[in-house]
């Protein structure tokens, strides 16, 4: 039997609610990515978030992850982000820099205010082309924070 990861980022609490409906679903163990330098959670501050990660997108920067993770134990990975101007945050980036995904199966998930996924599937199949890769998950903001759990049961269901 294959072990399952459910890797997530999250700031407002979005993506770590899909996260942790996965993780009940599969019964796949969870993992925080969690950045050096926190983010401001206070939603009321949420321009100068915006425009902060617009300047890591922009400058090309690599947030540092504060906790060490484990990825050799799992054959399969699900990681989980919230959409930051049309993309992943940077701190995805770093993910990718620091681990070697081969052979290992991704199955990515996000949530978002409209932008879907973005794209980001397709540019983690070309950070780790040596995995595979699913089908991901979207899920609008306003789902992943009353109730993802039919989307998520009906997306595992499809995965089969």
Same mark, same amino acid.
Do not use: C
């Given at each position: 039997?294959?072990?399952?990861?459910?890797?997530?980022?999250?700031?407002?609490?979005?993506?770590?609610?899909?996260?942790?409906?996965?993780?009940?679903?599969?019964?796949?163990?969870?993992?925080?990515?969690?950045?050096?330098?926190?983010? &401001?959670?206070?939603?009321?501050?949420?321009?100068?978030?915006?425009?902060?990660?617009?300047?890591?997108?922009?400058?090309?920067?690599?947030?540092?992850?504060?906790?060490?993770?484990?990825?050799?134990?799992?054959?399969?990975?699900?990681?989980?982000?919230?959409?930051?101007?049309?993309?992943?945050?940077?701190?995805?980036?770093?993910?990718?820099?620091?681990?070697?995904?081969?052979?290992?199966?991704?199955?990515?998930?996000?949530?978002?205010?409209?932008?879907? &996924?973005?794209?980001?599937?397709?540019?983690?199949?070309?950070?780790?082309?040596?995995?595979?890769?699913?089908?991901?998950?979207?899920?609008?903001?306003?789902?992943?924070?009353?109730?993802?759990?039919?989307?998520?049961?009906?997306?595992?269901?499809?995965?089969?």
């Amino acid at each position: 039997m294959s072990k399952e990861l459910v890797l997530y980022f999250s700031v407002y609490g979005t993506a770590k609610a899909v996260a942790e409906e996965i993780a009940k679903q599969t019964g796949a163990d969870l993992k925080e990515i969690e950045p050096v330098v926190p983010y &401001d959670s206070d939603r009321n501050h949420y321009n100068a978030l915006a425009a902060y990660a617009k300047k890591e997108h922009d400058e090309n920067m690599r947030p540092a992850i504060k906790n060490e993770i484990n990825i050799a134990d799992y054959d399969t990975i699900y990681i989980g982000y919230p959409m930051w101007w049309y993309t992943f945050p940077m701190i995805i980036y770093t993910l990718f820099d620091k681990y070697d995904f081969s052979g290992k199966t991704i199955i990515p998930f996000n949530t978002h205010m409209g932008s879907r &996924d973005g794209g980001t599937y397709k540019t983690i199949q070309k950070l780790e082309p040596n995995a595979k890769v699913l089908r991901g998950l979207p899920v609008e903001m306003g789902t992943a924070e009353s109730s993802s759990a039919l989307a998520v049961s009906k997306w595992l269901n499809s995965l089969k």
